[in-house]
């Protein structure tokens, strides 16, 4: 039978099934950061259960850092017992963690591709929506609550009931302008937040294929934003070479095995998906989300939408409500919209080649007038390979923050946040009410979306500069 | 977890969709080591004032939802971040059965774990049961998981379909942990063979 990838790799991963109960699926990897496994921890110790596999899994401290001062104490006591916890828990179990002080450390997303922890083919999970991100790889990875942590921890499995496929394929070219964000937030717009409940949903076509492993990074991360449980790209010949020689990747005899492996888990010609979307890159916009949920975007060169244009009453009162928290009239041009703040970094768009395309707009500008603009690189190794690049000292010069990684203002946990009221253009990956901060404004932007507003102190169609 | 029990209890309305992790347990409220007493915090930023005083527009302060223990919301509910401190919260706050046309996987997943029965029902279904409270705002709901029915103070009888295993396992309040573990032979030899046909996976 003709198989895709998901069902290849759930295959693989098969360890018990049983009438009446969930099957039971192996996990490969398991990646940890401070906020969601505490619980877990102590409900081991509870059940004074062990952890299976150390080695499989890897942590960092992400959420809960400071992005500045990172030689001093953190400040907030509660979340300085939360870092410390995760390093005893660590400690006490022969765990990996990247702590504060390692050059390794940044946030659990950017860190495993950069030591090449996570393969084509295998299952991999944390407690975190953006472990969808590995999909990137060919790598069935999703975000699990902290009870299935302890369950990962104990069992190195977990109870799974399988998804539905669904294939999203971008044809056509994207525009130089445009990148992986706004294919992803215009995919989320076209099928909605809940669109991908129920589904894994596997990116397909041209415009995919020619996006680099940084872009299908941003993409996959984004899967989860569409309500889907992961997001997959097939492994290629880029995927192969971004891996080859990391300190995790396959060695010597194991690589070419490994790649044979590899390439056998793409989808079959003539698989069938249980749903199946096409979009075309060449429609798409640089996108800026208008409302309060990822779904609510727009092309930067619209305006605001109006209530009454929608049909479904239910979004119609989403879409006021919406209007009403962000402060913003229907039918205003985005490009007339005026921001108090730039943030540059998370899970979604923290890598080299975010700060790269951001930086190449900002050389040369200057934050406007009444901004805030901040650069908050992915990880300690992207922040020094944009140093070797120059690349802060561009930032610097035209005004911008350049600060040490960490999460930051992506959920506003570690003190980084907006203040009420304030407008943000972000790179992260949700503008839910209060997520930058209670009471701030997010608008979901590319890096060099983001970088066009600093200096324009307001959003910019970056294909007119 | 504490097994389910079919309960008659009040039924509050939340008129909104896409209901999200963030507005149920803000993350300032996420740097706790436990997993109680996330409660208090439940729709913090909702429901209170600045100045800490309950808002009085948010549908949870209305004195007639003050016992309930069913939340009866819009599509999408607990979509966003896997944060599991948000059933924690709503189980704490005294909620133990959610009903909606959808759920966000993980948030579903997660209501599992915690003894929170998430009903699914069809967006007709949803209707009728929300206009029925909008009518007697403090009106009952009787929840039988066995029968997997709600009944309505008014006689609306509604079916809802769950999967049997989690269904048990709600009624049974058994851990999870402890029925895989019985399986641990299947683990032992899956990770057998996979040390021979996958060998760089344990390098």
Redesign the interface.
């Known amino acids: 039978m003709n198989k895709t990838m998901y069902e290849k790799i759930w295959d693989d991963h098969l360890v018990h099934e049983s009438e009446g109960q969930a099957p039971i699926l192996y996990i490969d990897r398991h990646l940890l950061h401070e906020v969601t496994s505490p619980q877990a921890f102590e409900g081991l110790r509870n059940a004074n259960r062990p952890v299976r596999r150390t080695a499989a899994n890897l942590a960092t401290l992400d959420h809960c850092v400071p992005t500045t001062d990172r030689d001093q104490p953190i400040k907030d006591p509660i979340a300085r017992i939360q870092v410390e916890t995760m390093m005893k828990n660590c400690s006490d179990n022969g765990m990996r963690l990247y702590d504060m002080d390692s050059p390794n450390n940044g946030i659990i997303h950017i860190v495993v591709p950069e030591h090449g922890f996570v393969h084509p083919g295998m299952t991999v999970v944390c407690g975190d929506s953006h472990t969808a991100t590995h999909g990137a790889f060919g790598a069935l990875a999703f975000g699990i609550g902290t009870s299935e942590v302890e369950h990962v921890l104990s069992s190195q499995t977990l109870r799974q009931k399988k998804s539905k496929t669904m294939r999203v394929n971008v044809e056509g070219e994207l525009s130089e302008f445009c990148t992986a964000k706004d294919i992803a937030l215009s995919i989320i717009g076209h099928i909605g937040t809940a669109g991908g409940t129920g589904y894994v949903i596997e990116y397909t076509g041209d415009a995919i294929k020619k996006l680099s492993m940084e872009g299908r990074m941003t993409l996959c991360n984004l899967a989860i934003e569409s309500g889907a449980r992961a997001g997959l790209v097939a492994p290629d010949e880029k995927t192969f070479e971004f891996l080859k020689g990391r300190e995790f990747a396959p060695q010597g005899d194991d690589w070419d095995k490994a790649v044979a492996y590899w390439k056998s888990i793409v989808t079959d010609e003539g698989a069938e998906y249980d749903t199946e979307v096409t979009m075309h890159a060449d429609d798409i916009a640089p996108q800026v989300t208008w409302g309060t949920s990822p779904e609510q975007v727009i092309g930067v060169d619209k305006k605001v939408p109006d209530p009454k244009q929608f049909s479904d009453e239910d979004k119609q009162k989403s879409c006021a409500s919406a209007l009403n928290y962000m402060g913003l009239q229907a039918n205003t041009d985005i490009t007339d919209i005026a921001i108090d703040y730039v943030f540059i970094g998370s899970c979604t768009n923290g890598r080299i080649e975010d700060l790269r395309a951001a930086a190449k707009v900002a050389a040369g500008t200057t934050v406007a007038d009444g901004v805030t603009a901040i650069v908050v690189p992915g990880s300690y190794r992207v922040k020094k390979q944009a140093e070797e690049e120059g690349l802060n000292q561009i930032f610097l010069d035209a005004g911008w923050q350049w600060r040490e990684p960490g999460c930051s203002m992506c959920l506003a946990m570690n003190g980084d946040e907006l203040k009420p009221g304030e407008r943000c253009a972000s790179t992260s990956n949700r503008n839910f009410e209060g997520r930058q901060g209670k009471g701030g404004r997010t608008h979901l932007v590319s890096p060099a979306m983001a970088a066009a507003a600093a200096a324009a102190g307001k959003f910019v169609d970056i294909r007119k500069l | 977890m504490k097994p389910y029990t079919n309960h008659t209890s009040t039924a509050a309305l939340m ?4 209901v ?1 992790t ?2 149920i347990i ?3 409220f ?6 109680s007493g996330f409660g208090v915090h439940l729709f913090h ?1 909702w429901r209170f004032n600045a100045d800490g005083s309950d808002n009085a527009d948010f549908e949870l302060n209305k004195d007639a939802f003050k016992d309930a223990r069913i939340l009866v919301a ?3 509910f607990g ?6 401190h948000a ?1 924690w919260a709503i189980e704490d706050y005294g909620f133990n059965t959610i009903i909606s046309t ?5 948030f579903y ?2 209501c599992f ?2 003894g929170i029965l998430p009903i699914v029902v069809t967006r007709q279904e949803l209707d009728q049961l929300m206009q029925e409270i909008r009518d007697n705002e403090g009106v009952k709901f009787s929840i039988d998981l066995s029968a997997k029915t709600i009944t309505t103070a008014a006689g609306t009888v509604v079916k809802f379909d769950i ?4 269904k ?1 396992n709600l009624l049974s309040g058994l ?3 402890g ?3 019985k ?2 032979d ?2 032992d030899s ?2 057998a063979r ?1 040390q021979q046909t ?4 344990w ?1």
């Open positions: 008129e909104r969709s896409n999200d963030d507005q803000p993350k300032q996420l740097k706790k080591v436990e997993r930023d819009g599509d999408n979509c966003g971040s896997s944060r599991e059933p959808s759920y966000a996987d993980i997943n997660n774990k915690n999967d049997e295993f989690r048990q851990d999870d942990i029925m895989t573990l399986h641990v299947k683990i899956f990770e996979q996958h060998p760089w996976l390098k």
